[in-house]
């Protein structure tokens, strides 16, 4: 008989053995709801080296060798005047208003900001940085990363200056007085028409771009000087991905076609050598002019080196003019641009897009927009985030009005889940508004551990998943979202639907 009862136990803890091996379904319950998972076993984050980002053809991939979609908003319009923030505040409130900031981001999953700085901001006069303005800017990119939200360094400029109702470069950086002789228009930031510029060639604006292009003067030099001192400066800062060369540069009274060929592809491919030498392993975004923004074309040249993100804007032109909406545009725009950066075998990042929130459709353009975006894996940081009573030349582009209500339904297309990190080739997934049901299928690699973005707000009272495939999944702890392993190399299909 002992020998009977001691095979019995025997049995019994090889059963429990077995199946604590194996997924099982459970419920993980949180002040957002409940969350069913048929196939659950406990994951952890997977340990990283580091967090740094790498272009590896139209890919980019993490320290795991993860495929990585970045998904975000810009930090921004607001940002572009003094006190050059994205949101408003006082001596005593920086802290806590940039903790607001940031904690809605996360909540809406994002895991990248496009943070704009101007040179105006950083070297208000010239030879003289601006402590005060580097210690916020600073502190925006540590809060976000605190969040794990990476950061895009962004050097941002519009019709060249404040003084032509734009912004980016300092006023220093225009001869003493205008072709008049008059002294320059104080900085301004309330020219509803201020894009005008951009197809106006006999413009101060355009005039300052001849300059900036040519051999006149010593802005270019100034120019590689703080982007010398801003690259040591971000090179190890933890949660940094990226330098954005220029945004929407002019080409001043040149033939378009000529100097994208001529003279911005060769800017390009000295300002990437210039921050790589700096930052090797730092990625470096190229922009196109504003005017390809809207054609979703360029004549640029891929730079002959390493590293580099094809980071092309898109607005529909017609939204603007007409005042119409082409719910069918974003998905040819999107291909478009995708179809250059597969050309140029580089990832593809729209680094701005989006739809003013006070008009007849904007949520269904925006809805559109970001399945198109799903359905090329394209990356994307919709234009903009800013809370402020003021906007920047009356733009009505923000997520939030100045109190930071949020416009829903614009939130609702921008706040959607999305895979943040696949171990594995050949995803595709999709997202539905109506039926709130999140599909994702790829091919899984052995081990690899994915990562799933699920916005509360998409899953207001928690989500059940569905697993298939040699994989299990877990409650991505410490942000809003899954985590799924794969046992074998194979096809992991993961449904996710609201409760």
């Known amino acids: 008989m002992a020998r009977q009862d001691t095979l019995f136990f025997l049995l019994i803890v090889i059963i429990f053995a077995v199946q604590a091996c194996q997924p099982q379904q459970s419920e993980t319950c949180t002040a957002d709801g409940c969350a069913n998972i048929d196939k659950s076993c406990a994951l952890d984050p997977p340990p990283m080296a580091n967090y740094v980002l790498l272009a590896d053809g139209t890919a980019i991939r993490d320290a795991l060798g993860r495929r990585v979609l970045l998904?975000?908003?810009?930090?921004?319009?607001?940002a572009k005047m003094p006190p050059f923030a994205p949101f408003e505040f006082d001596a005593n409130s920086y802290d806590a208003a940039l903790a607001a900031y940031l904690d809605r981001a996360q909540a809406w999953g994002i895991d990248v900001i496009r943070a704009p700085f101007t040179w105006e901001a950083v070297e208000p006069s010239r030879g003289t940085d601006s402590t005060d303005y580097l210690a916020r800017y600073d502190a925006l990119i540590d809060a976000a990363w605190a969040r794990r939200i990476w950061t895009v360094i962004d050097f941002h400029q519009d019709v060249y200056t404040r003084a032509f109702c734009g912004d980016g470069f300092p006023i220093w950086t225009l001869p003493p007085v205008d072709a008049d002789g008059k002294p320059w228009p104080a900085p301004h930031d309330?020219?509803?028409?201020?894009y005008q510029q951009y197809f106006d060639t006999t413009s101060p604006a355009a005039a300052a771009?001849?300059?900036?292009?040519g051999s006149e003067g010593t802005v270019r030099q100034d120019y590689r000087a703080l982007w010398t001192r801003m690259a040591t400066r971000y090179i190890d800062r933890?949660?940094?991905?990226?330098?954005e060369i220029i945004n929407e540069p002019?080409?001043?009274?040149?033939?378009?076609?000529?100097w994208e060929a001529n003279t911005l592809s060769p800017f390009y491919t000295e300002m990437t050598g210039l921050l790589q030498s700096i930052a090797p392993t730092m990625l470096v975004a190229i922009d196109t002019s504003p005017l390809d923004g809207m054609t979703f074309s360029t004549n640029l040249a891929k730079p002959a080196l390493s590293g580099v993100v094809f980071a092309p804007h898109w607005y529909d032109p017609a939204v603007y003019t007409s005042g119409a909406f082409d719910l069918a545009a974003p998905a040819t725009a999107v291909a478009a641009w995708k179809t250059v950066g597969d050309a140029w075998n580089v990832p593809t990042w729209?680094?701005?897009?989006?739809?003013?929130?006070?008009?007849?459709?904007?949520?269904?353009?925006?809805?559109?927009?970001y399945d198109a975006l799903d359905a090329n894996g394209v990356h994307a940081t919709w234009w903009d985030y800013s809370v402020a009573k003021t906007s920047w030349n009356s733009e009505t582009l923000s997520l939030v009005d100045g109190d930071g209500n949020e416009f829903a339904a614009i939130v609702d297309a921008?706040?959607?889940?999305y895979p943040r990190a696949i171990a594995g080739d050949d995803a595709t997934w999709s997202w539905s508004l109506v039926s709130r049901q999140f599909k994702l299928t790829?091919?899984?690699?052995?081990?690899?551990?994915?990562?799933?973005?699920?916005?509360?707000?998409?899953?207001?009272?928690g989500w059940t998943v569905q697993v298939t495939g040699d994989a299990c999944a877990s409650p991505a702890y410490g942000q809003r979202g899954l985590f799924v392993r794969a046992g074998g190399a194979g096809t992991v299909n993961v449904v996710v639907t609201a409760k």
């Not at 309330?190 to 201020?194: N, R, S, V």
């Not at 771009?209 to 292009?213: A, K, Q």
């Not at 790829?442 to 009272?461: K, N």
């Open 71 to 78: 998904r975000g908003v810009n930090a921004s319009g607001r």
């Open 190 to 194: 309330d020219c509803p028409g201020w």
């Open 209 to 213: 771009f001849d300059r900036f292009w």
């Open 238 to 243: 933890p949660g940094v991905i990226a330098f």
């Open 250 to 258: 002019m080409a001043g009274s040149a033939q378009m076609g000529a």
């Open 350 to 369: 729209i680094g701005e897009t989006g739809y003013p929130h006070d008009r007849d459709q904007a949520a269904q353009a925006a809805s559109a927009l």
């Open 414 to 417: 921008v706040a959607r889940p």
């Open 442 to 461: 790829w091919s899984a690699t052995t081990g690899g551990q994915s990562e799933i973005s699920l916005p509360t707000r998409a899953f207001p009272r």
